[in-house]
């Protein structure tokens, strides 16, 4: 292994303990066929690994959905996992056929399929028994799923790292939620991970979530940090300072005057220019246009 990929595959080790580590359990890991398969295949690579050297036992259990998409070559997963010696499941259901018959030509499908697949894996992995579904989503789905859910849904929510589902019957855990796309990129091309194109939703143009991915890479550009800025500000939020009553009690405000009152910045002989306005401790001087006469508001 070449020494940059050997670096890269400790950082994803590393991001991938930061979520995993915790206690004794099963973990159905989600194989994607689709292009994001990539990240799949390097979650399932670097959890085997990390499996053989973590001070905590788990299990591994892979699954994946065929839903029966014409013309699916459904003999490459299987032979690519038997090949790693894991356990695994391949879960079929006709999905494709719902979505075809539900969604309009043209339209986004990405939204019925997903909800489609989600029901059933949450299902499977309550029946063997598993604690934990572990999903291949990266820190640049997250950034990107929070500004659809802002510009389409009118919310701001995301994907977090680790979720308790809304029935609370299963955990969701995303091992690469710390993880750059670019990395698993280099990672899964070194590997040369078996991906598989989807036809159903790799065809559509336009999609929402596309849009956003060239909005966010053409931030990138300006600035190198801008994803990682906006990720770490999701881990910095300030509910006082948003506008979300359920997240805090703006309606009940109390004035606190019990303490001496702080002093200002500047002396009273310190004036600060405000491009056109000197404030000042005792009031606001205005500059005014040459030949009127100054005047002077007073603090209220």
């Given at each position: 292994m070449p020494i940059c990929v050997g670096k890269l595959f400790l950082i994803l080790l590393l991001y991938n303990g930061k979520i995993v580590l915790s206690s004794k359990f099963i973990v159905l890991i989600v194989i994607s066929y689709r292009i994001q398969g990539k990240d799949s295949y390097?979650?399932?690579?670097?959890?085997?690994?990390l499996q053989k050297s973590a001070p905590v036992k788990f299990e591994l259990v892979a699954v994946n959905m065929d839903q029966k998409q014409p013309g699916f070559p459904e003999h490459v997963l299987p032979n690519y996992l038997d090949s790693l010696g894991i356990e695994y499941y391949i879960v079929n259901k006709d999905t494709y056929s719902i979505v075809k018959e539900k969604i309009p030509e043209g339209k986004t499908t990405c939204g019925?399929?997903?909800?489609?697949?989600?029901?059933?894996?949450?299902?499977?992995?309550?029946d063997i028994g598993a604690n934990k579904i572990a999903l291949g989503h990266h820190k640049d789905d997250i950034v990107q799923t929070l500004f659809l859910n802002m510009f389409y849904g009118s919310r701001m929510?995301?994907?977090p790292p680790k979720l308790l589902s809304d029935d609370k019957r299963n955990v969701i855990i995303r091992p690469l939620a710390y993880c750059r796309e670019a990395d698993i990129e280099q990672f899964s091309a070194y590997k040369e991970f078996p991906i598989i194109p989807c036809n159903l939703c790799g065809?559509?143009?336009?999609?929402?979530?596309?849009?956003?991915?060239?909005m966010l890479l053409s931030w990138e550009k300006q600035?190198?940090?801008?994803?990682?800025?906006?990720?770490?500000?999701?881990?910095?939020?300030?509910?006082?300072?948003m506008a979300d009553p359920n997240l805090f009690n703006f309606a009940d405000?109390?004035?606190?005057?019990?303490?001496?009152?702080?002093?200002?910045?500047?002396?009273a002989q310190q004036t600060i220019d405000a491009g056109g306005v000197s404030l000042s401790p005792t009031g606001v001087q205005t500059q005014?246009?040459?030949?009127?006469?100054?005047i002077k508001?007073?603090?209220l």
């Open positions: 390097t979650m399932l690579d670097i959890l085997m690994n019925l399929c997903s909800r489609l697949r989600r029901g059933t894996l949450y299902g499977f992995a309550e929510a995301a994907m065809s559509q143009e336009n999609l929402q979530r596309q849009n956003i991915r060239q600035d190198g940090s801008r994803i990682e800025k906006i990720f770490s500000a999701m881990q910095n939020i300030a509910p006082s300072q405000l109390t004035l606190d005057r019990s303490e001496p009152r702080a002093e200002y910045p500047f002396d005014l246009p040459a030949g009127i006469e100054t508001v007073t603090q």
